[in-house]
């Protein structure tokens, strides 16, 4: 599942309202699935960039079945990274850059990339110093000039 990213939609908070057995906690969620609660919703969620873990530690008394966390979490998507190498020189290796994401949100949240993250704690297992990574190689969009 991909839990972090993209903040929960109103949608999420309209079904998680029924879950909620405080009803104080009950009219927040309905609030933030209200059009009168957009602004609002989007303060507290998009600009935070809240996950759904982030939500529901927010609103304790709203526990929801598993089943209806595994339908509405998307699935997680494959993260696509540029080849940085040429054949012509590694033709056996794929060599790629990746930019770290590491950031602070407004309210001091600590963020970090799910991918970037754990490719930046990889050690190389063998003494070649290389990391080995079960890859595929999908089509891009750059074209090289003729």
Same mark, same amino acid.
């Given at each position: 599942l991909d839990v972090p990213p993209p $903040? $929960? !939609?109103r949608y999420f908070f309209e079904v998680l309202s029924h879950f909620a057995k405080e009803e104080r906690e009950v009219d927040r969620l309905q609030y933030f699935a209200s059009p009168e609660g957009r602004d609002d919703l +989007? !303060? +507290?969620c998009s600009r935070e960039r809240r996950s759904v873990i982030e939500v529901l530690q927010d609103f304790p008394t709203a526990v929801p079945p598993l089943e209806? %966390? %595994? &339908?509405i979490c998307p699935r997680l998507q494959p993260r696509y990274f540029s080849? =940085? =190498?040429s054949q012509h020189m590694h033709p056996r290796h794929a060599h790629l &850059? /990746? *930019?770290i994401l590491d950031w602070t949100t407004p309210f001091k949240r600590e963020r970090k990339g799910l991918c970037t993250d754990w490719l930046s704690t990889l050690v190389p297992q063998t003494s070649d110093d290389v990391i080995r990574l079960p890859v595929w /190689? *999908?089509?891009?969009s750059l074209r090289l000039p003729k």
């Open positions: $903040p $929960p !939609r +989007y !303060r +507290y209806w %966390l %595994l &339908t080849i =940085s =190498s &850059t /990746v *930019a /190689v *999908a089509k891009g």
